[in-house]
């Protein structure tokens, strides 16, 4: 059932006013919006994001210009989109060096946004362009997330730290020294993600120290998951409803399940396939509602949804070639970062109710 959140905007307007600035929306093929079952990818260096009608792979909404706009009207190397009732949550992450050729020293966005259907900005955290981590300040954020308690949780992964803010643009809760890279006590290194699971407490994907850890609000590591010492690379973690935990391993190549004792129970592995990428970083894995797992291959240049035999059974992109296009996903899509299943958040752990009247 469709959820209505429209006291969100409401909300959003009393805690931070409403952004002036409208991106442009261009000609989508279908009129279709918000269709549970429709695939929302983060289309990483064409700085977009797109809604895709999983059965065509036909575009019917996006968000941001295309590759050759690096105005504040894009979201510059999105990490990260949610659909969060009408609206969609977009992590800005900016493009590192040798990856735009408009900013070849790299460009910063360093902003997390919702925005609504047509394409207006409706509250923000982080200034576009500005890198920091005073008030109101971002320094590379990959992914976030909106939480039960009204709240955004954000990978602020430059800044060595995830953080927790309200809609009055308040830091509530920190994990991490700001600045500080580390893997001792309340020490991360490039956190990638992170997910409120349903006890309350925090499952992050600690990149380079190769774990995802639970640790609850106390600040206390409750659980460590490095897949028996081989993880190399840690780019996503969710919960599963069976306690299993999915695990992006990208620097590996590989998604792979692990149980509560860290054992290894499902992987895939994602530059097997002839006319690969021989290292596609696979960025974001999610599990579906009906076992199926969808895989941004980031630098295969595809989404791919498969079994659990691992049998491919949808493709969104071609096959390490990247391109863009208006109306297709068959026309190309750049290094995508992240995708997610519209309606179907089994692999995301808690995802909380969106009704907010």
């Not at 969060?84 to 040798?98: H, M, Q």
């Not at 076992?291 to 079994?307: A, W």
Request: negative net charge; hydrophobic residues 40%; proline residues 5%.
């Amino acid at each position: 059932m469709r959820r209505s959140i429209l006291s969100l905007g409401v909300l959003f307007a009393s805690c931070a006013g409403l952004a002036a600035a409208a991106a442009p929306v261009l000609p989508a093929l279908a009129p279709a919006f918000d269709k549970p079952g429709d695939i929302l990818i983060s289309d990483q260096f064409n700085n977009r994001v797109i809604e895709v009608d999983a059965a065509r792979g036909a575009i019917v909404w996006h968000w941001g210009v295309g590759p050759n706009d690096l105005s504040a009207n894009s979201a510059i190397g999105v990490n990260d989109a949610l659909r969060v009732g009408d609206f969609t949550l977009i992590s800005g992450t900016g493009a590192p060096p040798g990856t735009e050729p408009g900013c070849p020293s790299g460009c910063a966005d360093n902003r997390v946004f919702f925005v609504d259907h047509a394409g207006r900005i409706v509250w923000q955290y982080g200034t576009f362009g500005v890198t920091g981590a005073g008030w109101n300040q971002l320094n590379t954020p990959v992914q976030a997330t909106w939480t039960a308690q009204r709240t955004v949780l954000i990978a602020d992964q430059g800044n060595q730290r995830v953080i927790e803010v309200n809609l009055a643009h308040h830091v509530i809760w920190q994990y991490g020294h700001t600045g500080e890279a580390g893997n001792g006590p309340n020490h991360l290194n490039n956190p990638n993600s992170i997910e409120e699971l349903a006890n309350g407490d925090l499952l992050i994907a600690d990149e380079s120290n190769n774990r995802a850890i639970e640790v609850n609000r106390a600040h206390v590591i409750v659980r460590t998951f490095t897949a028996g010492g081989t993880l190399n690379g840690v780019a996503f973690a969710s919960r599963l409803p069976d306690g299993d935990t999915l695990i992006t391993d990208a620097n590996n190549n590989r998604i792979v399940e692990v149980n509560a004792h860290d054992q290894i129970v499902w992987s895939y592995v994602t530059n097997t396939q002839p006319g690969s990428n021989a290292n596609p970083n696979p960025t974001r894995a999610v599990r579906l509602r009906n076992g199926n797992t969808l895989i941004s291959d980031q630098n295969n240049h595809r989404v791919i949804l498969v079994n659990h035999a691992g049998t491919i059974l949808n493709q969104y992109g071609n096959l390490n070639s990247p391109g863009f296009g208006l109306y297709w996903t068959r026309q190309g899509l750049n290094a995508p970062y992240d995708a997610k299943v519209i309606g179907d958040n089994t692999g995301l752990t808690w995802f909380p109710n969106m009704d907010l009247h």
